[in-house]
């Protein structure tokens, strides 16, 4: 699905979760008050299946939780290790400019230049900036082109594969990472899952308060706290799942260096 298409990864990730942590003390109330009403109709057999149920349904969100967070930092490694590798590629074609003949060898240095400012610009532009997104990789594959026509000028002049062989060799890698990083890019958590997870939340934030309004007092505090507790979880979760929108973002430092030198 296309990712203006998405509704939660259009949504403010802090949004998300003061929504979800409202949703999560909503249910609890309704729990507690359902629970309060069947208090004198219950005996201890139904108030000790209720609590086992409650606790099965915890442990099922404790592992939907843990098996989104996964997901969600594999594919955030997946990201950085894809700006490392390109990062690498763009660097070997530099230095194997020196190989080409002249005038190549500036002419081709100089346009990888601009390649670097452009991919920085694509890691600094917004996924939601569907527009400029577009505009900058149509941009970046006019000036691959540029960069290849020069490569085979260059090879016209100098067909030996140890100069101008090498250098298309990394320009090659180069092209293959810039395809790598933007399909990781486009790598995030199904919305599906997130929907399943906060329906498992809301049911255990009922049990939880259905479960409290059989008893004789009310554990608010202990409740309320956990539910924090498990909405900065999924608060982490959306963050890592936005490489360019949350507060956890792709380092760009190999590129950054690269660009300086």
């Not at 699905?1 to 979760?17: A, E, F, G, P, T």
Request: aromatic share 8%; with cysteine.
């Amino acid at each position: 699905m296309d990712l203006s298409k998405k509704i939660m990864y259009n949504l403010n990730s802090i949004l998300i979760v003061a929504l979800l942590f409202v949703l999560i003390l909503l249910a609890n109330e309704g729990g507690y008050w359902l629970g309060h009403y069947f208090q004198t109709r219950t005996d201890e057999d139904v108030k000790n299946h209720t609590n086992t149920i409650q606790a099965g349904t915890l442990g099922l969100l404790a592992l939907i939780l843990g098996f989104t967070f996964n997901m969600a930092l594999q594919r955030y490694n997946s990201r950085s290790e894809a700006v490392i590798d390109e990062a690498n590629a763009i660097g070997t074609a530099l230095l194997r400019t020196q190989l080409l003949p002249q005038p190549y060898d500036s002419l081709t240095h100089a346009q990888l230049q601009k390649y670097i400012t452009l991919r920085l610009a694509v890691s600094n532009t917004g996924t939601a900036s569907v527009d400029e997104l577009q505009r900058l990789n149509q941009e970046t594959r006019k000036l691959q082109n540029e960069i290849w026509i020069s490569a085979v000028k260059a090879a016209r002049l100098d067909p030996r594969p140890v100069t101008t062989g090498y250098f298309i060799s990394s320009l090659n890698g180069m092209i293959d990472t810039y395809g790598l990083r933007n399909a990781a890019l486009q790598m995030h958590v199904p919305e599906i899952i997130l929907y399943l997870l906060f329906i498992v939340f809301a049911m255990s934030g009922a049990l939880m308060g259905y479960a409290s309004g059989l008893g004789r007092k009310r554990t608010t505090l202990p409740t309320m706290t956990m539910s924090f507790l498990i909405c900065l979880v999924v608060f982490i979760i959306i963050d890592l799942d936005r490489p360019k929108r949350g507060i956890i973002k792709v380092k760009q430092e190999s590129m950054q260096q690269l660009q300086q030198e």
